[in-house]
Protein backbone atom coordinates (compact mmCIF):
# COMPACT_ATOMS: atom_id res chain seq x y z
CA UNK A 1 0.00 0.00 0.00
CA UNK A 2 1.20 3.59 -0.76
CA UNK A 3 0.33 6.85 0.10
CA UNK A 4 2.12 9.91 -2.00
CA UNK A 5 1.91 13.19 -0.37
CA UNK A 6 2.55 16.91 -1.39
CA UNK A 7 5.10 19.28 0.99
CA UNK A 8 5.82 22.65 0.49
CA UNK A 9 8.06 23.71 3.36
CA UNK A 10 10.14 21.94 5.92
CA UNK A 11 7.75 22.59 8.16
CA UNK A 12 5.15 20.50 6.47
CA UNK A 13 7.20 17.29 5.70
CA UNK A 14 7.88 17.93 9.41
CA UNK A 15 4.10 17.76 10.16
CA UNK A 16 3.32 14.60 7.98
CA UNK A 17 6.58 13.10 9.74
CA UNK A 18 4.98 13.46 12.54
CA UNK A 19 1.54 12.30 12.04
CA UNK A 20 3.66 9.11 10.49
CA UNK A 21 5.36 8.82 13.94
CA UNK A 22 2.18 8.70 16.05
CA UNK A 23 1.08 5.21 14.63
CA UNK A 24 4.40 3.51 15.13
CA UNK A 25 5.44 1.53 17.95
CA UNK A 26 8.53 0.22 19.83
CA UNK A 27 10.96 -1.94 17.43
CA UNK A 28 9.62 -0.39 14.18
CA UNK A 29 12.17 0.56 11.70
CA UNK A 30 11.28 2.94 8.69
CA UNK A 31 13.35 3.74 6.26
CA UNK A 32 13.83 7.08 4.68
CA UNK A 33 15.27 7.47 1.14
CA UNK A 34 15.49 10.14 -0.98
CA UNK A 35 18.65 12.55 -2.71
CA UNK A 36 21.07 14.74 -0.93
CA UNK A 37 18.86 17.57 0.66
CA UNK A 38 15.10 16.45 -0.20
CA UNK A 39 14.27 16.33 3.46
CA UNK A 40 15.26 12.99 5.00
CA UNK A 41 16.54 14.15 8.22
CA UNK A 42 13.73 16.86 8.47
CA UNK A 43 11.14 14.06 8.17
CA UNK A 44 13.08 12.18 11.15
CA UNK A 45 13.30 15.42 13.41
CA UNK A 46 9.32 15.88 12.74
CA UNK A 47 8.80 12.75 13.85
CA UNK A 48 11.58 12.72 16.90
CA UNK A 49 9.44 15.75 18.07
CA UNK A 50 6.23 13.63 18.12
CA UNK A 51 7.48 11.04 19.84
CA UNK A 52 8.73 13.27 22.59
CA UNK A 53 12.22 14.03 21.68
CA UNK A 54 13.44 17.43 22.72
CA UNK A 55 17.01 17.19 22.33
CA UNK A 56 18.16 18.38 18.79
CA UNK A 57 17.63 16.42 15.78
CA UNK A 58 21.12 16.73 13.39
CA UNK A 59 22.32 14.09 10.57
CA UNK A 60 24.36 11.87 12.12
CA UNK A 61 28.10 12.44 11.01
CA UNK A 62 30.66 11.27 12.73
CA UNK A 63 28.90 8.13 14.36
CA UNK A 64 27.06 5.82 12.40
CA UNK A 65 23.77 6.92 14.37
CA UNK A 66 22.04 8.63 17.24
CA UNK A 67 19.78 7.61 20.01
CA UNK A 68 17.46 10.45 21.77
CA UNK A 69 15.34 9.62 25.12
CA UNK A 70 11.48 10.65 24.01
CA UNK A 71 8.37 8.97 25.27
CA UNK A 72 9.77 6.04 23.64
CA UNK A 73 13.49 5.76 22.79
CA UNK A 74 14.14 6.93 18.82
CA UNK A 75 17.02 5.64 16.85
CA UNK A 76 18.62 7.25 13.94
CA UNK A 77 21.04 5.84 11.70
CA UNK A 78 22.85 7.22 8.78
CA UNK A 79 23.86 4.37 6.07
CA UNK A 80 25.52 7.22 3.71
CA UNK A 81 29.10 6.11 3.98
CA UNK A 82 28.49 2.79 3.66
CA UNK A 83 28.71 0.28 0.83
CA UNK A 84 27.37 -2.80 2.61
CA UNK A 85 26.99 -3.41 6.20
CA UNK A 86 29.49 -6.28 7.49
CA UNK A 87 29.10 -8.28 10.67
CA UNK A 88 31.47 -6.19 12.28
CA UNK A 89 29.36 -3.00 11.18
CA UNK A 90 26.35 -5.00 12.42
CA UNK A 91 28.05 -5.16 15.99
CA UNK A 92 27.87 -1.46 15.83
CA UNK A 93 24.58 -1.17 14.33
CA UNK A 94 22.51 -4.11 15.97
CA UNK A 95 21.98 -1.89 19.79
CA UNK A 96 20.42 1.14 18.48
CA UNK A 97 17.85 -1.33 17.24
CA UNK A 98 16.93 -2.34 20.79
CA UNK A 99 13.84 -0.60 22.61
CA UNK A 100 13.67 1.75 19.77
CA UNK A 101 11.61 3.15 17.41
CA UNK A 102 14.60 3.54 14.43
CA UNK A 103 15.08 5.80 11.45
CA UNK A 104 17.47 4.97 8.82
CA UNK A 105 18.96 7.32 6.10
CA UNK A 106 20.46 6.15 3.25
CA UNK A 107 19.55 2.41 4.06
CA UNK A 108 20.37 1.08 0.68
CA UNK A 109 23.70 -0.36 2.02
CA UNK A 110 21.70 -1.90 4.68
CA UNK A 111 19.13 -3.84 2.63
CA UNK A 112 20.15 -7.24 2.98
CA UNK A 113 20.92 -6.93 7.02
CA UNK A 114 18.73 -4.95 8.42
CA UNK A 115 15.11 -5.75 9.97
CA UNK A 116 12.63 -5.02 7.75
CA UNK A 117 10.75 -1.49 7.19
CA UNK A 118 7.46 -1.09 8.67
CA UNK A 119 6.91 2.29 6.42
CA UNK A 120 9.55 2.81 4.09
CA UNK A 121 9.80 7.02 2.90
CA UNK A 122 11.09 8.53 -0.23
CA UNK A 123 11.18 11.64 -0.63
CA UNK A 124 11.76 13.72 -3.93
CA UNK A 125 12.64 17.01 -4.85
CA UNK A 126 9.26 18.55 -6.65
CA UNK A 127 11.07 22.45 -7.64
CA UNK A 128 12.25 25.14 -5.16
CA UNK A 129 10.68 23.83 -1.54
CA UNK A 130 8.56 21.58 -2.69
CA UNK A 131 8.92 17.62 -2.19
CA UNK A 132 6.72 14.48 -2.95
CA UNK A 133 6.72 12.33 -0.09
CA UNK A 134 5.82 8.87 -0.90
CA UNK A 135 5.48 6.33 1.85
CA UNK A 136 5.13 2.50 1.23
CA UNK A 137 3.54 0.19 4.26
CA UNK A 138 2.46 -3.78 3.53
CA UNK A 139 -0.47 -2.72 6.11
CA UNK A 140 -2.74 -0.59 4.55
CA UNK A 141 -4.46 0.66 8.15
CA UNK A 142 -1.07 2.17 8.80
CA UNK A 143 -1.06 4.29 5.82
CA UNK A 144 -4.96 5.43 6.19
CA UNK A 145 -5.95 8.94 6.18
CA UNK A 146 -2.37 10.17 6.70
CA UNK A 147 -3.16 13.20 4.17
N1 LIG B 1 9.24 20.71 1.68
C1 LIG B 1 10.42 20.52 2.32
N2 LIG B 1 10.64 19.41 3.05
C2 LIG B 1 11.82 19.19 3.66
N3 LIG B 1 12.87 20.04 3.62
C3 LIG B 1 12.72 21.17 2.92
C4 LIG B 1 11.50 21.47 2.24
N4 LIG B 1 11.63 22.67 1.62
C5 LIG B 1 12.87 23.09 1.89
N5 LIG B 1 13.54 22.21 2.67
C6 LIG B 1 14.94 22.38 3.11
O1 LIG B 1 15.73 21.37 2.51
C7 LIG B 1 16.76 20.96 3.40
C8 LIG B 1 16.63 19.48 3.68
O2 LIG B 1 17.72 19.12 4.48
P1 LIG B 1 17.82 17.71 5.21
O3 LIG B 1 19.07 17.74 5.99
O4 LIG B 1 16.55 17.40 5.90
O5 LIG B 1 17.95 16.75 3.95
P2 LIG B 1 18.56 15.28 3.89
O6 LIG B 1 17.76 14.57 2.85
O7 LIG B 1 18.60 14.69 5.23
O8 LIG B 1 20.03 15.57 3.36
P3 LIG B 1 21.28 14.54 3.33
O9 LIG B 1 21.13 13.77 2.07
O10 LIG B 1 22.46 15.46 3.30
O11 LIG B 1 21.22 13.69 4.56
C9 LIG B 1 16.61 21.81 4.66
O12 LIG B 1 17.43 22.94 4.55
C10 LIG B 1 15.13 22.20 4.61
O13 LIG B 1 14.86 23.41 5.29
MG1 LIG C 1 20.21 13.76 6.28
Known amino acids: MRAVLASASAGETEAIAARVAARLELGDVVTVSGELGS ?8 A ?14 FTIGHRYEGRIDVAHLDLYRYDGVSEAD ?3 LEPYF ?3 VVFVEWPEAGRASLPPARIAVSIQH ?11 SAEAALLEDVE
Open 39 to 46: GKTTFVRG
Open 48 to 61: CRALGVTAPVTSPT
Open 90 to 92: WGD
Open 98 to 100: EGA
Open 126 to 136: AGEDQRRIELT
